[in-house]
């Protein structure tokens, strides 16, 4: 089966993360931006670990300087997605990167990202939805920084309020703060957590920011308590295999724990994180999943009734989907 045309939804994907590196180099070369560092000889994004990769990333991303840069890159992103067969997919978006850390220009860069996605769902068939997303390692007080933007723009289309960045630096409970006013403001919530931390991280997620859904989260494969934590609680886990094996969390599919979670009764979904950095995509991670574990057409569509559900969009757009 190729499943480069089976229908995908996609929770997971982080938006400059996914930018083509042809996309940045062409941008660095327009606007004349040093980024020596980011790029290995044969072109493709270059790092060592992931507190290297972040840095890369956040290297990438000064080029992308006015809302026009963000229309076209969610362009670039929706072409790469919608050829690979994705419907519906969720970007985590940060006014941090937007605008060079400057947050105020945040309704400006969100209005041409929206006016990308508008004009993408009309030309190549994809819904996009938008989950404003803090970083960790900007610490707690840029957290409640950009929750605010997030309230200030919370609607139909900013779905969602998550937190990215390194897992390594503070505590979840360090940005509940930000976490509640993103509920209050009636927006869904997901983190970060159990992939460079461990199962304690995802207890600490669920009981100090109240999330739903969980970024990663795959290291509940060491907890039995936390897995059927999970499975009572409804929990998703928005699950990355290709990321995960491309940092070095598993040495590769075969040994990620995903079909074990998924068998214990968790409720797994696919994405992909950041393709171009982890040479991956989503028909990438559906070949692969197959290779492993010989998953099929019934599981795919499995997985993909669980990410629709999990989805943070209204009924109407999720009636639409699939
Ligand atoms: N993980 C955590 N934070 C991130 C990532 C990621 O893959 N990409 C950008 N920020
Ligand atoms: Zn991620």
């Known amino acids: 089966m190729s499943w480069k045309t089976f229908p995908k939804v996609e929770l997971h994907l982080h938006h400059e993360g996914a930018a083509p590196p042809a996309f940045i180099r062409g941008l660095a070369k327009e606007k004349s931006v040093n980024i020596s560092g980011v790029f290995a000889e044969d072109g493709s994004y ?49 006014p941090d990167f937007c605008g060079n850390r400057d947050l105020s220009a945040w309704r400006e860069f969100l209005h041409a990202i929206r006016e990308a996605a508008d004009q993408a769902e009309r030309d190549m068939g ?22 605010r933007c997030a309230a200030e723009t919370a609607g139909d289309w900013i779905t969602g309020f998550g937190m990215g960045g390194d897992e390594g630096q503070g505590r979840q ?21 159990g992939e460079w931390g461990g199962p304690q ?14 970024g990663h989260g795959v290291r509940a494969i060491e907890d039995p308590a936390l897995i059927e934590r999970l499975v009572a609680e409804n929990i998703v886990l928005e699950v ?31 994405s992909t994180d950041d393709p171009p950095f982890f040479h991956s995509t989503m028909t990438q991670e559906y070949e692969q999943l197959e290779q492993a574990f010989g998953w099929d057409e019934e599981d795919f569509a499995a997985l993909n009734r669980s990410a629709i559900d999990a989805a943070f969009c209204t009924e109407d757009t999720r009636a639409r989907i699939i």
Do not use: W
């Open 173 to 193: 409970g360090d940005f509940a703060y930000a976490f509640d006013m993103a509920r209050e403001a009636g927006l869904r919530l997901t983190t970060h957590a």
């Open 126 to 147: 994809i819904t996009l939805r938008g989950i404003v997303t803090c970083v960790r390692h900007f610490g707690p007080d840029k957290a409640k920084q950009t929750a």
């Open 240 to 270: 990355c295999p290709g990321s995960n094996v491309a940092l070095g969390l598993y040495p590769d599919v075969a040994s990620h724990p995903i079909a074990r979670l998924r068998d214990a009764g968790v409720k797994v979904t696919v």
């Open 46 to 94: 270059v790092f060592t670990d992931f507190v290297h990769f972040l840095s890369v990333y956040e290297a990438a991303t000064q080029v992308l300087k006015t809302p026009e840069d963000y229309h076209r890159l969610t362009l670039a992103v929706l072409e790469q997605s919608a050829a690979n067969g994705v419907v519906y997919s969720e970007t985590f978006l940060s």
């Open 201 to 214: 991280s995802v207890h600490d997620a669920l009981d100090d920011l109240r999330v739903e859904r969980i």
